[in-house]
């Protein structure tokens, strides 16, 4: 299915500048990214990187000139991890986020209203007004009141 190391010495990863780093926030979705190959086609060639659990990854990205691309949950706590622990250190220029085209479809259709839910009591006072790439994603969010995960494009 592919091949996953670990990186103990980050900054001694060295990457060529074409290549963009794609930024999971789900293992399970690290685990099986052949499955979404269809979505990243005009990514490639591309590294993903899992960001879950992991604190030393912005910290690599800042070392490294490569665009990255941020994807993220479908939900409101996805968009604030974008915004505060990746776009924050990386800039618009260098940063931005993954929205399938059929992602208003996704989350209207199988979107979770409780993920929602429990995520507002964090995510209330969100703001993506200076945040071009995702305020339409965050309006579809906020129109449903659902959010999805990752794991939604397996099946699609």
């Not at 992991?54 to 490294?64: A, E, K, N, P, Y």
């Not at 941020?70 to 409101?76: I, M």
């Not at 009591?121 to 969010?141: W, Y």
């Amino acid at each position: 299915k592919g091949m996953e190391i670990f990186v103990s010495e980050p900054e001694n990863l060295v990457i060529p500048e074409g290549i963009t780093v794609i930024g999971v926030e789900n293992p399970e979705v690290f685990l099986h990214t052949e499955k979404l190959q269809k979505y990243f086609k005009d990514y490639a060639p591309c590294l993903f990187v899992l960001r879950y659990m992991s604190t030393g990854l912005v910290q690599w990205l800042q070392s490294v000139s490569n665009s990255y691309l941020h994807f993220g949950d479908f939900d409101l706590s996805g968009l604030q991890i974008y915004i505060t622990e990746y776009k924050k250190y990386l800039g618009a220029r260098r940063c931005s986020f993954f929205v399938p085209d059929n992602v208003e479809y996704l989350i209207r259709t199988y979107g979770n209203q409780d993920l929602y839910d429990r995520q507002m009591q964090h995510t209330r006072h969100l703001d993506t007004s200076n945040h071009s790439e995702i305020q339409e994603l965050a309006r579809i969010i906020r129109r449903y009141g659902k959010g999805v995960e990752q794991e939604i494009l397996f099946e699609q």
